[in-house]
């Protein structure tokens, strides 16, 4: 997922995409932990992706609550 994907979603798709990527995360490592993997670079790229999201929702808070003070 890119930056400007994540960018243009709206703050309640952002919390619903961590949940998805979230749980995409832990089935991608019990499948790993079962048997290997086909592509195990894709239980880091879904890190990443997480913590694009939550950097994104991280900053949508911040400058809501700068907006507020």
């Known amino acids: 997922m890119k930056n400007s994907e994540i ?3 709206a703050t309640e798709e952002l919390v619903a995409k961590i949940g998805e990527e979230r749980a995409n995360l832990t089935k ?5 932990a ?3 993997i086909e592509n195990p670079t894709r239980i880091t790229k879904v890190r990443k992706d997480i913590a694009r ?3 994104e929702l991280t900053k949508r808070k911040a400058a809501q609550a700068s ?3």
């Open 7 to 9: 960018t243009g979603l």
């Open 67 to 69: 907006e507020q003070n």
């Open 28 to 32: 991608l490592k019990f499948a790993h």
């Open 53 to 55: 999201l939550n950097t």
């Open 34 to 36: 079962v048997s290997a």
